[in-house]
């Protein structure tokens, strides 16, 4: 490329010469930008298309759509791209804190969420991911994930208008709004799905289409099944075009072909369209999967990387403070892969998640500590999204060689923790439910509310109040890391309430395939009722994280990223120190179900040699006494040092 750059940056100008582009009174705004990326940017995309006759003139008509994007673009979000560029890192600050929710579950409608926003401003929510608000299949639509238009909004929730004027209401209440790009597959309903279905060329080379079986041979044996009980294999039939279509999730999600560059543009299309919309930070779905090769896993491949890279590229021409949240649930290395502020600025921590659970079942932080000491640090400009429980399953995403590390056998250790979290192990507190099951692998995952795996549903069946005392304490300490390791904490909306495990999917044809309903609660009138008052389980719990919420955001060292891991003496506490400026945080929580007492010596040592205050109760932590901890009990423990 390098030798004939300058002829071909020359043929683009010209194009956009001739197109009318120069003219017009944003091309010198834009081009100031332009000048920054087109290097870039070509770069990226000539390294998958080269081999591709249409290149050049793909590239062209790429940024003629974004230029189009920009124009417009309403201004006030151009004054928000000029205030919040990712550089000023305005999502690190411990004042941010997330939420999720369903629009329907929680609110009905883009409207009934609008009244909702006080609700929010009460947890202090700044951050808010609303799940797949598409259009999509009426009964086969993956929660939202198997998008049929994403330029309509699915019209029980309301219309694209009622979404901007939502966005704007969050904006005004200082909350972004978060939205999916779901850009892996397009549902079998699509416009391009159905073009392709009715024999269009140009639409089956949207997505991946095999004439044969043999073809789709030569990739299967390479692949996963992501949802073993529903079905096997990765390719779908289609009576329609006689041949094999890629579908990596179920059958009726269509994998899109990021080998044709027309999808690229296309999908840059429709991700412009959103920012525009008023989103300021896109959750890339189902990152991993993207890019296919023969003889690899076809995930998290080189290529799939350069996919994000273009994308974020174009963003930064067209919508500049957009933000992009990597949602790869894949080995920590994977994971950390597209984190970097040319990437992907923000990515879920499902390590974190899910060794926070791994340490309630076995009352032991070593895991947890040798990955928050090993993998914690990211790259500057970038943060962690930590949540505790989201609308997926828990899958033990934990590194088997950390495990190994530790002696502890990853394939032995996930079979405890299903049979644990399922309910089966003995002393479990949980009452979980399995999730795609693989006879072929052993492998499961599980579901369930975080107040139901913590030990709410349990304690209240059973009726024993110290063990409710203890879940209780439980979730507020799981949430309780995830406030404070750093980077934005995302409360699943319910969990605040202590919402237990529902049901009734298992009678609803459209849900009993897929135990994750059991988890994606319906707002409950009766608990959001109960939540000022502190002797119910929504009291506790609601004012437990709209405490954790304001103290998080009245001090700075929360929003730090970089902690120090240190041993508190005790196999079941975890402990941790960070600083900001004249501010030292130190974080203590205790796993175990019952009570501990941290001795004088290791006391000492831990707060060296000063007095501290526990922000969580305004209480008095001296160096030269014992420290009690409660069962799953937490301290943050504040000290003032000499800069
Ligand atoms: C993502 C979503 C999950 C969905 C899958 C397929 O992983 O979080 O809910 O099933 O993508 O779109
Ligand atoms: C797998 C995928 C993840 C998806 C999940 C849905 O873990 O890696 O992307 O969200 O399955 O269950």
New binding site residues.
Partial sequence: MDRNWAVFERTCIERWRSAGLLSMPEWDEFESRLVVEMRRLSELLWSLYRDRPDFAFQFERLIEEVFAAWRVRPPALKARDRQFPPESGWFSASGQVGAVAYVDRFAGSFRGLMERIPYLQELGITFLHLMPFFRSPERQNDGGYAVSSYRDTNPGLGSMEDLEALAKALADAGIVLVADFVFNHTSDEHQWARSARSGDADYQDFYLVFADRAQTEAYQSHLRD??PEVRSGSFTWSIDMQAWVWTT?HSYQWDLNYANPAVFRAMAGEMLSLANRGIAVLRL??V??IWKQRGTSC?NLPQAHTIIKAFQSIVRLACPSMLFLS????HPDDIAAYIDPRECQLSYNPLLMAELWEASATKEVRLLSLSLAKRHRLPDGCAWINYVRCH??I?WTFADEDAAELGINGRDHRAFLNDFYIGTFPGSFSRGVS??YNPMTGDR?ICGTAASLAGIERALLEGDGQDIDTALRRVLLLYGMAFSVGGIPLLYLGDELGVTNDYSYETNPAESNDS?WVHRPRWDARRAAERDDQTTVAGRLHHGLADMARIRAEHAVFGTQSLSVIDAGHTSVLAFRKQHAGELLTVIGNFADRPVRLDQQTVFGLLHGQAGTNLLDRSLVLPDQELPLEACGMLWIQQRVPV
């Fill in positions: 992501i949802f999730f779905d189902a991993a999967f995930e949602e790869a649930i894949v997926d399953d899958g999730f795609q995952r994750r």
